[in-house]
């Protein structure tokens, strides 16, 4: 089993739907977590980190779900620009290392 | 604020060759990573550093080698390429446990 599990897609949507993904982690000791962005040919940009109390930032939403080793991201009223890959990413306590999940790619339709 | 600076962004080696490359930051960034990317594959540590001085093997260390002499540069060193090695490359940077900061990718192949 990956230690970090993300559907690859890709998610069509039209413009100005919401579309959520998730990504479940096989660590119990996972610590941090963060969803980024990749854009093609680019390198991942950090979107916004994950807290077990969820957290918004403009139209992106993330929850964590600790019980069953899940992150969500939700993103509303989707862009043509939001189209990326979205990365979900797991430090594990203890170490320094990050886990990368393969991404989930985005196409948002006019 | 420059950020990550990764160079080259492009190169092409022939089977046996060697080659650096740099990665240097100026956020005063204690932990340092490299690593690469595949198509459509997830990003693998090749290694990584906690400070000037320490380096440490990642998942996928074996043809490279590192060195942190400063704070602020952790080139990554290829010995005897192979085709195996043709990928994306990212260097990282982060102060511990918060995200990372990457520089903008070396494209290499080798033929």
Sequence with gaps: RKEVEQD??????????????NCTYSNSASQSFFWYRQDCRKEPKLLMSVYS????DGRFTAQLNRASQYISLLIRDSKLSDSATYLCVVSISGTYKYIFGTGTRLKVLA | ?????????????KIGQSMTLQCTQDMNHNYMYWYRQDPGMGLKLIYYSVGAGITDKGEVPNGYNVSRSTTEDFPLRLELAAPSQTSVYFCASNDG???????????????
């Design chain 1, 8 to 21: 690859p897609g890709p998610f069509n949507v039209p413009e100005g739907a919401t579309v959520a993904f």
């Design chain 1, 53 to 56: 109390s969820g957290n918004e």
């Design chain 2, 1 to 13: 604020n420059a950020g990550v600076t990764q160079t080259p962004k492009f190169r092409i080696l």
């Design chain 2, 97 to 111: 446990g918060s995200g990372y900061t990457f520089g903008s990718g070396t494209r290499l192949t080798v033929v």
